[in-house]
């Protein structure tokens, strides 16, 4: 089962509740929420104060992707605010199993990040321990970027790696993704989908869901 994560970086934030049920509405599987400190990535999002407005409004999961820097001292008032899952970047981490013990002490799932030019040989070591990989298909920092192609093998890598070991971790790709590249990124080996332009720069969301779902078969 294929899952579809609207990315709200890309909605109109004078309008967020009714963006959200849009896309709950329109078939989305998560609310993937982008949080940006402007020193990780060069731009500023949102906080804990967000994705605590956001969370009596939908009944999806909400998927928190962490790109600052010393994610430790949010990982409490994310998993406080309402987030269902919280993933941190391996190249802002300096203690992984810890971070990714301190997620899951709060209760929430635990996702972990790589960055495009970063190697999958790099989270191996803490795979067992993860609900979730993130395989970044664009260098974060902002919504609208063109798909690295390059990200495909990796995302391979990372499936037969669960396969192997037997683990049932979500494989989720962000950055880029459309109804093109999503289906490489399935056949790849991803179950979890990120989309942000090409579901919220759509007047129809429920259409755009659905032409990234119907792409796949
Ligand atoms: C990029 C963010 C993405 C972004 C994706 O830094 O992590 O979630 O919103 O946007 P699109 O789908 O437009 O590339
Ligand atoms: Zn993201």
Do not use: W
């Not at 192609?149 to 391979?156: E, G, M, R, T």
């Amino acid at each position: 089962m294929i899952k579809i994560a609207p990315s709200i970086l890309s909605a109109d934030f004078a309008n967020l509740g009714k963006d959200i049920l849009d896309v709950e509405q329109g078939g989305a599987d998560y609310i993937h929420i982008d949080v940006m400190d402007g020193h990780f990535v060069p731009n500023i999002t949102i906080g804990p104060l967000i994705v605590e407005a956001v969370r009596p409004i939908t009944k999806l999961p909400l998927d928190v992707h962490l790109m600052i820097e010393n994610p430790d001292a949010y990982i409490a008032d994310f998993a406080k605010a309402g987030a269902d899952i919280i993933s941190v970047h391996v190249e802002a981490c300096r203690h992984l199993h810890r971070t990714i013990q301190h997620i899951k002490s709060q209760g929430v799932k635990a996702g972990v990040v790589i960055n495009p030019a970063t190697p999958v040989e790099s989270i191996i070591p803490i795979l067992n321990d993860v609900d979730m990989v993130l395989l970044m298909t664009v260098n974060p920092g902002f919504g609208g970027q063109a798909f690295i192609h390059d990200v495909l093998p990796k995302i391979k890598q990372v499936a037969s790696l669960a396969e192997e070991r037997g683990l049932s971790i979500d494989i989720e790709v962000d950055g880029g993704v459309n109804p093109e590249t999503a289906k490489l990124c399935v056949d790849a080996g991803a179950n979890v989908l990120v989309a942000g332009s090409a579901i919220y720069n759509k007047e129809d969301r429920k259409q755009a869901i659905s032409s990234i779902r119907s792409n796949l078969s």
